[in-house]
């Protein structure tokens, strides 16, 4: 018969907050994001496959305020990822595992990432009347 007295794994109530935590947490809700945004592009793909109307109505939906709110969620979710796959690639070669080093190089991906994806914005609505 086991005891209840067991002691527990330490949990979140018992660590102090740290930075390190912040694109662990956030890699694992941008891979979710990545997913239902490939959903998207298929369905968006499905729609310009299947005629103007079709395309049309996809256009319609991707172009309302909500369309845009979660294609800018997954533009940034693409270039979180991208960045903490980065950060990933440099821990591989076995370096930033010095705590300052890990904790500089997660803000840079957490704030990197918000820039880059403002910046594809800014790209793409500059480039929209070019083409």
Same mark, same amino acid.
């Given at each position: 018969?086991?005891?209840?007295? %067991? /002691?527990?794994?330490?949990?979140?109530?018992?660590? #102090? /907050?740290?930075?390190?935590? !912040?694109?662990?947490?956030?890699? @694992? &809700?941008?891979?979710?994001? $990545?997913?239902?945004?490939?959903?998207?592009?298929?369905?968006?793909? $499905? *729609?310009?496959?299947?005629? /103007?109307? *079709?395309? =049309?109505t *996809?256009?319609?939906?991707?172009?309302?305020? $909500?369309? @845009?709110?979660?294609?800018?969620?997954?533009?940034?979710?693409?270039?979180?990822?991208?960045? +903490?796959? $980065? %950060?990933?690639?440099?821990?591989?070669? +076995? #370096? +930033? &595992?010095?705590? /300052?080093?890990?904790? &500089?190089?997660a #803000?840079? !991906? !957490? &704030?990197?990432?918000?820039?880059?994806?403002?910046?594809?914005?800014?790209?793409?609505? *500059?480039? @929209?009347? =070019? =083409?």
């Amino acid at each position: 018969m086991q005891s209840d007295n %067991r /002691p527990l794994s330490p949990h979140l109530q018992i660590y #102090k /907050p740290q930075w390190t935590w !912040v694109p662990s947490i956030l890699f @694992r &809700f941008s891979g979710g994001a $990545i997913t239902v945004g490939s959903l998207l592009l298929i369905y968006w793909l $499905i *729609a310009l496959a299947s005629g /103007p109307e *079709a395309y =049309a109505t *996809a256009q319609s939906v991707f172009g309302s305020i $909500i369309g @845009r709110i979660i294609l800018f969620g997954f533009t940034w979710a693409l270039m979180y990822h991208l960045l +903490g796959g $980065i %950060r990933h690639l440099v821990w591989d070669a +076995g #370096k +930033g &595992f010095v705590v /300052p080093t890990a904790e &500089f190089w997660a #803000k840079v !991906v !957490v &704030f990197g990432s918000i820039v880059l994806t403002v910046l594809v914005w800014i790209a793409a609505y *500059a480039l @929209r009347g =070019a =083409a």
